[in-house]
């Protein structure tokens, strides 16, 4: 790589693939470093005082590895840590580095999908219970203009790093989970996946889906949402290398890694083991 400098992903573990699978899509030509703090997964059910701590962490081993912007490819850690990260750690650390989540660019295309206002999060009980969801759609919209019905689905997250993304139990918990969603509002007519695990199941749960929703992925508009955000920041794309290269991070055993982002990637990586305090 160049003496420029990278983008961060980052993850608590696998799920935050499928938006760097997305973000490179979009945006081919840049180079990027993905961290997947493996060894300490999960975040969901994790205090915010736990995932900040973790979180920070990780940003700051990712500036160190030469990033000048930083994604934070996970719903939860988006939720307890990136406002604290962004107000308190990075005017001492550097202010000319950002570090950007992934709920703000989901809220900001709702207007793009839902016709009636009626939306529903499926998220993890961490993500749910921070209540980021709606809070940001009430600081970017109001109160009035959509209804939000969030739902915490506990078990996706194990089926789908077990590889059981069709099987009796996942068609079990799937079918559970989305009667659930439609019991508290039948009226939702856009789904967020809020976790970046999610999206893997995404074939399945269209079969427990009402004719006309629509299921949104956050990949493409965390991709686009980044697109447009170094359109709009020229001092910052200029600071960023364009060679694609590609770094994966672990903080779990790399075998094991490896194997599991070829899941989410749909290709084979190499990764390098990097450790955590």
């Given at each position: 790589?160049?003496?420029?400098?990278?983008?961060?992903?980052?993850?608590?573990?696998?799920?935050?693939?499928?938006?760097?699978k997305?973000?490179?899509?979009?945006?081919?030509?840049?180079?990027?470093?993905?961290?997947?703090?493996?060894?300490?997964?999960?975040?969901?059910?994790?205090?915010?005082?736990?995932?900040?701590?973790?979180?920070?962490?990780?940003?700051?081993?990712?500036?160190?590895?030469?990033?000048?912007?930083?994604?934070?490819?996970?719903?939860?850690?988006?939720?307890?840590?990136?406002?604290?990260?962004?107000?308190?750690?990075?005017?001492?650390?550097?202010?000319?580095?950002?570090?950007?989540?992934v709920?703000?660019?989901?809220?900001?295309?709702?207007?793009?999908?839902?016709?009636?206002?009626?939306?529903?999060?499926?998220?993890?009980?961490?993500?749910?219970?921070?209540?980021?969801?709606?809070?940001?759609?009430e600081?970017?919209?109001?109160?009035?203009?959509?209804?939000?019905?969030?739902?915490?689905?506990?078990?996706?997250?194990?089926?789908?790093?077990?590889?059981?993304?069709?099987?009796?139990?996942?068609?079990?918990?799937?079918?559970?989970?989305?009667?659930?969603?439609?019991?508290?509002?039948?009226?939702?007519?856009?789904?967020?996946?809020?976790?970046?695990?999610?999206?893997?199941?995404?074939?399945l749960?269209?079969?427990?889906?009402?004719?006309?929703?629509?299921?949104?992925?956050?990949?493409?508009?965390?991709?686009?949402?980044?697109?447009?955000y170094l359109?709009?920041?020229?001092?910052?794309?200029?600071?960023?290398?364009?060679?694609?290269?590609?770094?994966?991070?672990?903080?779990?055993?790399?075998?094991?890694?490896?194997?599991?982002?070829?899941?989410?990637?749909?290709?084979?990586?190499?990764s390098?083991?990097?450790?955590?305090?």
């Open positions: 790589m160049s003496t420029q400098e990278s983008i961060g992903v980052f993850d608590s573990g696998y799920g935050g693939l499928t938006i760097l997305e973000i490179v899509r979009r945006l081919p030509d840049y180079d990027y470093i993905y961290l997947g703090d493996n060894a300490r997964a999960p975040y969901g059910s994790r205090s915010f005082e736990v995932v900040y701590e973790y979180t920070r962490e990780a940003v700051h081993k990712l500036f160190e590895k030469g990033c000048r912007l930083v994604i934070l490819a996970c719903n939860t850690a988006s939720a307890k840590a990136l406002r604290s990260i962004q107000q308190e750690d990075l005017p001492r650390w550097d202010p000319t580095r950002r570090v950007l989540g709920i703000r660019p989901s809220i900001e295309a709702l207007e793009n999908y839902s016709l009636n206002g009626h939306v529903g999060i499926l998220a993890t009980r961490g993500t749910v219970a921070s209540e980021s969801y709606p809070l940001e759609v600081k970017l919209y109001g109160k009035e203009k959509f209804h939000i019905t969030q739902l915490a689905c506990p078990m996706w997250v194990p089926l789908v790093e077990n590889n059981e993304l069709d099987g009796e139990g996942a068609v079990y918990f799937v079918q559970k989970y989305m009667q659930e969603l439609w019991k508290t509002d039948p009226r939702i007519d856009t789904i967020v996946l809020g976790c970046t695990h999610y999206p893997l199941l995404r074939p749960i269209e079969r427990f889906v009402p004719a006309g929703v629509k299921i949104i992925g956050q990949g493409q508009i965390v991709a686009d949402s980044l697109a447009d359109q709009r920041h020229r001092e910052m794309d200029a600071c960023l290398s364009k060679e694609g290269g590609r770094t994966y991070l672990t903080s779990e055993k790399t075998e094991l890694f490896d194997r599991m982002a070829e899941l989410f990637l749909g290709e084979k990586i190499t390098q083991r990097i450790f955590m305090c």
